[in-house]
């Protein structure tokens, strides 16, 4: 006669765990939840809105309204639109042409060699192999971390001696001191996603290292080199600490201009908000010609694998 046996029920993990509900009420709870996801980040957005494009318009509106209009005590969103702060920046004494011109030549010439140089040296730089990588990539872009009071009387001194105070070429190397470090690292950044098997092929096919870069490599990144350009164009547009160290009269750009509205007897809101407007609106047409490929580069969206 055998004895019988009872085993232990077996515990899996099912049973450890309760289940969690999958009928109709769980379904409703997480649609709840994406409705209430969706409101937050819609009214994050409208709020980031508001807080941008707000102030945006009311410079813009500012700027054709009267001098009676800008410093009414109520905010009149009816008025009669006038050019006549428009016309009051380009002639008579404050004529701003001068520094139109100056900030135009410095911006794009500055912008343009940034990117020239910081394509070149961040392609050599993604190719690099070694130790001290990590390190050198670190220095350039330790550069652009900078405070500008701890290099602004050094770059001073050097200018002064040889010669370049008050220049145009002067202010494109001011700006260039500091669009140069962060050209090398975000092109270096968009290079070093592009397979290293493309680069293999066309040296197979014959190709030399010059020619892989500008028929390879280079293509592929059009959209860093966009990104690269925009935002030099846009730093060196804005600056306002080199030009006031570096200019003179025959270089000072449209953010000293715009200074010279504020006086001591008061200041003129009509023309501040015009100039304001004119020193806006151009990086804003430039973003918007070119925020596909503005988008694309900011997340480094370049060849991802292979």
Known sequence: MSATTTRPPLRGRASAAPSRPRGPAGAQNGRAKRVVGRALLALLLAVFLLWTVVPLAWMLLGSFKSAV?????TPKLLFEPTLDNYVGLFTGANNLLPYLWHSVAASVASAVLATVLGTLAGYGLARTRGRRKDALSFWF???????????VLPLFLMFRLAGLIDTIPG???????????????????FFERI???????????GCTRWQT?????????????????????????NDYAFATVVSGPDSQT?????????????????????IGTIVVLPMVLVGLAVRKWLVTGLTLGAVTGE
């Open 254 to 274: 449209l953010p000293i201009a715009a200074t010279q509205l504020v006086t001591q007897t008061g200041v003129d809101w009509g023309q501040l908000t015009a």
């Open 171 to 189: 202010l494109v190397l001011a700006y260039l001191s500091f669009n140069l470090p962060f050209a090398i690292w975000i092109m270096s950044a």
């Open 69 to 73: 209009d800008v410093t009414s005590s």
């Open 195 to 205: 397979p290293s098997s493309l680069e293999e092929a066309a040296h197979v096919s």
């Open 141 to 151: 872009i330790s550069t652009r971390m900078a405070p500008i009071a701890a290099v």
């Open 213 to 237: 870069f500008w028929y390879v490599a280079l293509p592929l990144s059009r959209s860093g080199l966009v990104t690269t350009g925009v935002l030099c164009l846009v730093f060196s547009w």
